[in-house]
């Protein structure tokens, strides 16, 4: 089994300060983890994943994640927000094999960017 | 890049109406895609998945004569959402994943926004 927990519904930064979404993950084999965002009424676009390899994970944007087996942690973090970062993420975990890649979502963090 | 495109992005329609939205990825082959399912401010809910020239599986609770997939071709997956009524009113989005690509990323469509008055 494999389940995402993001510990904030909702995050507001001041343009030009650090983001920080917080994700942790439950599973009972060694894991693939993505961070999608999502903007209004559109689709999910993919920011970065983890399949294993290197632990800090660089993705689009300037966003970057790190991967701790230690903690359960795949947290989400930007140096610097820009108004257009304002959107849904999601943490989401899968399992390769069995066929299926089914993703297990997050329930999602909303992120505000104020001037 | 790996596109995937949504149609209609927008559909308003009466109760009782059957709704066909469709999945097409244009860029690559999809031997499986996934419909999901997105009330507002909520997750995504993995409704099925729908493999190219077979069945597809649906999820515990997901009704499969109320949601008819069908994935024909490589590169185009429909929803029919039947005898819809307000209830079936939610944000459907539709993801592909790379033929030969099991290890890797599925690419989501833009959605589509079902209303049934």
């Known amino acids: 089994a494999q389940s995402v927990t993001q510990l904030d519904s909702h995050v507001s930064v001041s343009e030009g300060t650090p983001v920080l979404l917080r994700c942790n993950y439950s599973s009972s084999y060694s894991p693939s983890l993505f961070w999608y965002v999502q903007h209004p009424n559109k689709g999910l676009q993919l920011l970065l994943k983890?399949?294993?390899?290197a632990t800090l994970v660089k993705g689009i944007n300037g966003f970057e994640a790190e991967f701790k087996k230690s903690e359960t942690s795949f947290h989400l973090t930007k140096p610097s927000a820009h108004m257009s970062d304002a959107a849904e993420y999601f943490c989401v975990v899968t399992l390769w094999g069995g066929g299926g890649n089914k993703l297990t979502f997050g329930t999602g963090t909303q992120l505000k960017v104020e001037l | 890049g790996a596109v995937v495109s949504q149609h209609p992005s927008w559909v308003i329609c009466k109760s009782g109406t059957s709704v066909k939205i469709e999945c097409r990825s244009l860029?690559?082959?999809?031997?499986?895609m996934f419909w999901y399912r997105q009330f507002p401010k909520q997750s995504l809910m993995l409704m099925a998945t729908?493999?190219?020239?077979?069945?597809?599986?649906?999820e515990q609770g997901v009704e499969k004569d109320k949601f008819l997939i069908n994935h024909a071709s490589l590169t185009l997956s429909t929803l029919t959402v039947t005898s819809a009524h307000p209830e079936d009113s939610s944000f459907y989005i539709c993801?592909?994943?790379?033929?030969?690509?099991?290890?890797?990323?599925?690419?989501f469509g833009d959605g589509t926004r079902l209303s049934i008055l």
């Open positions: 729908s493999n190219e020239g077979s069945k597809a599986t649906y």
């Open positions: 983890y399949t294993s390899a």
């Open positions: 993801s592909a994943r790379k033929r030969g690509q099991v290890n890797q990323p599925q690419h």
């Open positions: 860029d690559f082959q999809a031997t499986t």
